[in-house]
Every structure is written in structure tokens, then in C-alpha cells.
């Protein structure tokens, strides 16, 4: 019997789904963080984990998978080709999880993907072709995304101490709590994407002077990227991941939709469509 593996991996964590020749679900899993621009051999083990969750009790076997994998990295050819060596299925195709999303959330309708979690990713698909944009790490792009927003509060919080910005409660509270500036500088020497990330729910709807900056310019720097993928044909926005409501609320400019499915469901899709089963 032919099965289907269907994976949606970000800075977070990763879910597994997998289906059966007609398209049913009969298994689902959960592993830890799959952004295979940060860690690739970590990312594999997480999947792994997923994949035997997902397994259980239904005597499928991993050497006899079709799957696809939509995470975050997912456009870096280095690691791609790495993580293929560590995995036993029997077919792979490993795409970006703003493409895996994107198919999940819109279908085949129009519209625009904002994914906003860890990281972040959009795409805007017309007529079926998709294009997506960003997904590049928090190093150097994932605007509007948690590990960015706890960057640019911890980066403040150090302005702050210098003279430099405005202290207020939020930074104050930053700075005893990471032990000043040395010890945020310790912290992000070995922080992860996540690690960052989990500073953003004290940023997103806080009234803190600080909070608000740092999330009046993100949704700034997310206003600017959806007003270019709008072009000349304006599309409806779907809203995704842990961020994705907060941002909804405040980016109002353009008609919102819900997702019509998950990054699972759209990668259990593509794997389909890869064999030829939808």
C-alpha cells in the first residue's frame, strides 16, 4: 500500500501527517524545531521523531514514505542536499514551509500568504503560480517574525542602559532579568531563532512604550511587503502561525480570509501531486 508523509517544520517545531492512497489521514506526529538553515542534523532528528509518531500502529514503513517537507530553511540547496542523507524515505521533496503553507492556507484560490511565527515568510499565488518571498533567517530577513521582534527588544533594552533610548518598565524589567547589558550580550551569543522568539508575546498587544516601537516597526516592515505582493490585481491576505493573529488585527488595508487548511495539508498535497495521486 502506498502512504503519504506530509511535514511542516519551522523554528518551533515540527507536525507530521500521513495518509493512506486515498488521501486519508491515519497518523500524526510532533518533533521539536526543523529550521534546516540553523540546524540541520538537529532538524532530521525532529523530523524523525514526527515521522514515528505518525507511524504508530499503522505498519507503514519509513523506506516506503512519498513525502514532502515544507521548513524553514527549505530554500537553502547546502541543506537541503545534507538533510536527504538523513532521511529513509523512499521519495522526498523538500520545499520552503511558506510553500507548504501557502498550499495548505489558500488551495487553489488567489491570495496572499503572511506566515508569522518564529520566523516569517510570504507568498502571494495568482492563477496557481505561486511566488514566495522572504524565509531567509532572522540574521538576515524574517521581518515581523518573533526572533526578530525579541532581537530588536533585547537590542533596545542595551540602547536604553546607554542613554541612548528611553527607558521604560518592559526594558527595565529585560535588563535585571538577562543581568544587564553583558549578560544579553552572553545571551545572544548562543541564542537560537526560538530562543529570541520567546520574547514576543511580551512585545505583541503590550502597552509598553518600548513594546510598541519595536512592534509599530515590524508591522511596518510587514505592511510594505504585502503592499508589494498586492500589485495592480489586489488579493485577500491569509494570516498564519503563533504571530499571524496579532498581525491580522492591526493589517487591516486589505480583504483577510481564513486558511483553508495547515502547511500539513498542503504538503500531504504535494506529496500526492508528486505521485500523481491528486
Do not use: K
Amino acid at each position: 500500500m502506498t502512504f503519504f508523509l506530509g511535514i511542516d517544520g519551522g523554528g518551533t517545531g515540527c507536525r507530521a501527517a500521513l495518509a493512506d492512497a486515498d488521501g486519508l489521514i491515519i497518523g500524526q506526529g510532533q518533533g521539536g524545531p526543523a529550521n534546516i538553515n540553523t540546524d540541520v542534523e538537529g532538524a532530521a532528528v525532529n523530523i524523525l521523531a514526527a515521522t514515528a509518531q505518525a507511524l504508530e500502529g499503522t505498519g507503514a514503513d519509513p523506506r516506503d514514505l512519498i513525502a514532502t517537507l515544507g521548513l524553514a530553511g527549505g530554500t537553502i540547496t547546502a541543506a537541503i542536499d545534507r538533510l536527504v542523507l538523513l532521511l529513509p524515505f523512499a521519495r522526498i521533496q523538500i520545499v520552503n514551509d511558506a510553500v507548504t503553507a501557502a498550499r495548505g492556507a489558500l488551495g487553489a484560490q488567489d491570495g496572499i500568504l503572511a506566515a508569522m511565527g518564529t520566523g516569517s515568510v510570504f507568498a502571494a499565488q495568482r492563477g496557481g503560480d505561486l511566488r514566495q518571498v522572504g524565509g531567509r533567517g532572522f540574521v538576515m530577513g524574517d521581518e515581523g517574525s518573533g526572533a526578530v521582534l525579541g532581537r530588536a527588544l533585547l537590542s533596545m533594552a542595551m540602547r536604553a542602559e546607554d542613554g541612548f533610548a528611553d527607558m521604560t518598565p518592559l526594558l527595565q524589567h529585560i535588563l535585571e532579568e538577562f543581568g544587564g547589558i553583558e549578560g544579553i550580550i552572553r545571551f545572544g551569543n548562543g541564542a537560537r531563532p526560538v530562543d529570541f522568539a520567546e520574547l514576543a508575546p511580551r512585545i505583541v498587544g503590550s502597552d509598553d512604550p518600548a513594546a510598541r516601537q519595536v512592534f509599530d516597526a515590524a508591522l511596518g516592515d510587514v505592511r510594505h511587503i504585502l503592499s508589494v505582493l498586492q500589485g495592480d490585481a489586489p488579493l485577500p491576505v491569509v494570516f498564519v502561525g503563533g504571530l499571524g493573529p496579532a498581525y491580522a488585527a492591526r493589517l487591516t488595508d486589505w480583504p483577510q480570509r481564513p486558511a483553508l487548511g495547515s502547511g500539513v495539508d498542503g504538503a500531504l498535497l504535494m506529496a500526492r501531486q508528486m505521485a500523481g495521486a491528486a
